[in-house]
C-alpha cells in the first residue's frame, strides 16, 4: 500500500482524535503504532485484545536520550490533556514500557441516529520505547537493550507484524522487511534464519495467525521449521528435568497454547502445528496423534479444558505438564488420569459384563477411590481410554445413583449408630441397587 493513499490518522475501530492525541502527546518525539494494529489497518480488520476484547493499540516510542521515561512521559502528557480518562496505568521500568486502559468519552465521537457512539470507548494501549534484542541463548529470554523504531521492528517475528505506522498530521507507512507483499501473498514469512531457535514460541504464534487469518507459512519458514526441530538447537532435551527447560520450551509456550486453545480457532491452528511438525515442541507423542481433534471435541462436551485434553496423549504427560508449569489442577487431573488407567489395565479389560470381569457395584468402587476425581472418568472417555460403555454408564447414571434409604431412616430401624458399621450398610445398600443395573 502507497503511504500516500493512508487517510491521515484513520484506524478501523478507533477515533481519530484519539490518534491525533497521541501523536500531540509525544511532541516532537516520534511515536508510531506497530504490530497487529497496523496489520489489522491493511486487511481492514479492527485490531482487538485478545482476552479481553477490547480494541488494543501497541505503540513505540523513539528515545530521545531519556529512554525509560518516554512511554511513561506520553502516559502522563495524554492525561493532562483532560480529553481522554486513564483508567489504569501500569509502568514496567526495566522495558520502559506502560500498559494502559483509558476511556475516551463518547462526546468525543461520532453518533448513530439514536445517539449512540459508533465506536468503543474503552482502549487498551501497550507503549513501549523503542528496543532492540538478541539471544545470547536460544530458548531463553533475551537481552533488551534501547534502540530506534527500525530496531525495533527488526525484533518481531513475521514480516506482516514488522510494519510501523508513524503517527503525524500525515501519517508514514514503514515497511523494511515485506510485510504488505506477504499480506497480499496470504503469507507467513519469519524475519530472520534464526527465529525459531531463538524463540520457539513464534510457531506457536504462527499457527494462531494462520487459523485467524488463513495465511500459509513461506516455504523458507516451513524450511526453517523443520531444519530446526530436526537439529534441536536448545540445551534442554527431553528426559531433562522439568524445571530446567528454557521459558521458551517451558512458560511462555504454555502462554501461546493456552491464547491458540482459548482464543483462536483451535481446530485450523492444532492442524498448522502438527502440518509443520512443530508439535514435537511438546512431546513426538501428540506430532504423531491422529485423534487430537475427537479429543478435544469430547473434552468440551464433558465441559474438561482443552490443555488437559490435548497433554494427555503426551508419551509423558506429567513431565510435560510440569515444563509448561500447568495450573496444579490441572496437574493434578493429569496424575489422576495415569492412576485412572493404571487401575483399568487391570480391571478394564476382563470377560465379564461390559468387558470389565466386575459387577456394576465392584465397577463403581473402583471409579470411585480416593483421590479418584470423577473428571479423570471424563477425560479418560475423551482420549479412548479403557472400556467405553461402563465408563459412559458409571458417569451418566450410576455415579448418581443413591439408595433411598437414608443413615437416619438405618438408625430409627435397624438402632445403628454413626459410625463405620452404618457407612458400611449404606455402602451395601448402594452397591445392591447398582447391582440392579446392567451394563
Known amino acids: 500500500m502507497d503511504p500516500s493513499a493512508l487517510p491521515p490518522l484513520d484506524l478501523p475501530g478507533v477515533p481519530p482524535r484519539l490518534l491525533e492525541l497521541l501523536a500531540a502527546s509525544a511532541g516532537s518525539t516520534r511515536i508510531a503504532l506497530v504490530g497487529g494494529a497496523v496489520r489489522d489497518l491493511l486487511l481492514h480488520r479492527v485490531h482487538h485484545d485478545p482476552w479481553r476484547g477490547l480494541p488494543d493499540l501497541d505503540l513505540v516510542v523513539e528515545s530521545d536520550g531519556a529512554a525509560l521515561a518516554a512511554a511513561p512521559g506520553l502516559a502522563r502528557r495524554l492525561a493532562a490533556g483532560g480529553e481522554v480518562r486513564l483508567q489504569s496505568c501500569r509502568e514496567h521500568g526495566l522495558y520502559g514500557t506502560v500498559e494502559i486502559e483509558l476511556e475516551f468519552p463518547a462526546g468525543n465521537q461520532a453518533s448513530d441516529p439514536s445517539g449512540q457512539p459508533t465506536l ?3 482502549y487498551l494501549l501497550d507503549v513501549a520505547t523503542a528496543r532492540q534484542e538478541h539471544y ?3 530458548g531463553e529470554n533475551p537481552v533488551v537493550r534501547f534502540g530506534s523504531l527500525d530496531d525495533d521492528l527488526a525484533r518481531r517475528d513475521f514480516s506482516i507484524n514488522a ?3 508513524v503517527l503525524a498530521d ?3 507507512l514503514l515497511d523494511p522487511h515485506g510485510g504488505q507483499q506477504d499480506l497480499r501473498r496470504r503469507r507467513l514469512r519469519f524475519l530472520h534464519a534464526g527465529s525459531v531457535r531463538d524463540d520457539p514460541t513464534r510457531l506457536v504464534r504462527g499457527a494462531r495467525y494462520s487459523a485467524r487469518l488463513g495465511f500459509e507459512l513461506a516455504e523458507t519458514s516451513r524450511e526453517q521449521v523443520h531444519a530446526t526441530l530436526g537439529s534441536w538447537p536448545w540445551d534442554w532435551r527431553r528426559g531433562d528435568p522439568p524445571e530446567q527447560a528454557p521459558p521458551a520450551l517451558g512458560t ?9 486453545l482459548e482464543r483462536e480457532c483451535w481446530p485450523q491452528a492444532l492442524q498448522a502445528l502438527q502440518d ?4 514435537n515442541l511438546l512431546d513426538p507423542a501428540l506430532q504423531a496423534d491422529c485423534c487430537w481433534r475427537r479429543r478435544l471435541r469430547w473434552a468440551e462436551r464433558f465441559g474438561l479444558e482443552r490443555m488437559v485434553a490435548l497433554l494427555a496423549a503426551a508419551e509423558a504427560p506429567l513431565a510435560l505438564a510440569e515444563r509448561l508449569q500447568l495450573p496444579h489442577r490441572q496437574q493434578r487431573l493429569l496424575a489422576a488420569l495415569q492412576q485412572l488407567r493404571a487401575l483399568l489395565a487391570v480391571h478394564g479389560s476382563g470377560q465379564g459384563p461390559g468387558g470389565t470381569g466386575l459387577r456394576v457395584a465392584d465397577w463403581t468402587r473402583l471409579l470411585e477411590a480416593p483421590g479418584l476425581p470423577p473428571e479423570a472418568v471424563a477425560l479418560a472417555l475423551a482420549a479412548g481410554i479403557g472400556p467405553r460403555r461402563p465408563l459412559l454408564r458409571w458417569w451418566l447414571r450410576w455415579r448418581h445413583l443413591r439408595c433411598a434409604i437414608t443413615a437416619a431412616d438405618l438408625i430409627a430401624r435397624e438402632g445403628l449408630r454413626p459410625g463405620p458399621a452404618l ?12 447391582d440392579g443395573e446392567r451394563f
Do not use: D, F, H, I
Open 170 to 172: 500525515r501519517p508514514t
Open 423 to 434: 457407612g458400611s450398610r449404606l455402602r451395601q445398600l448402594r452397591g445392591e441397587l447398582l
Open 163 to 165: 510494519m510501523a505506522l
Open 136 to 138: 545470547p541463548v536460544p
Open 252 to 260: 511462555r509456550l504454555r502462554m501461546e497454547l493456552q491464547l491458540l
Open 120 to 122: 468503543p470507548t474503552t
Open 276 to 279: 509443520w511438525g512443530a508439535l
